[in-house]
């Protein structure tokens, strides 16, 4: 998934080069967190079924695991950030504004990190849903 954001970077011309070392590593850490977790849900999704229906339960597991998980970790660090400029620690304005803070970092990272799954990222996922999916 890290060469996947390098690659969609370098396609668009280097347009976020300044923190191009954190973005690979936030990549890469999603995909490597999410696989595990990922490949467990896809095979209790594809247990006895047919080879189309495991192809399509691994490539959900996939997409939504890497997904969710590299978001999840953007949003840990997008918390970091502006935790310094929030309440105390505990307090209801303090609940709303992480809850608030971290469904922005979603939304952000849904609108402009996705794109960098593709296109080598989406081709990686269906070619190892395809390899997970054959018959055994």
């Known amino acids: 998934m890290a060469f996947s954001a390098w690659y969609a970077l ?4 280097h347009d976020a080069t300044f923190h191009l070392e954190s973005i690979l590593l936030l990549f890469a850490s999603g995909g490597f967190i999410a696989w595990p977790l990922s490949l467990f849900a896809g095979r209790c999704m594809a247990q006895d079924r047919a080879v189309e229906t495991r192809f399509a339960a691994y490539l959900l597991c996939l997409i939504a695991g890497t997904v969710g998980v590299t978001a999840l970790l953007f949003a840990l660090d997008y918390r970091i950030f502006y935790s310094q400029w929030h309440a105390a620690t505990g307090s209801r304005i303090w609940f709303y504004q992480a809850l608030f803070t971290s469904l922005s970092a979603y939304y952000q990272f ?7 799954y593709l296109p080598l990222g989406a081709v ?3 070619l190892a849903s395809l390899g997970l999916a054959r018959p055994q």
């Open 124 to 126: 990686a996922l269906v």
């Open 10 to 13: 370098w396609l668009r011309e």
């Open 110 to 116: 849904l609108v402009l990190g996705v794109r960098l």
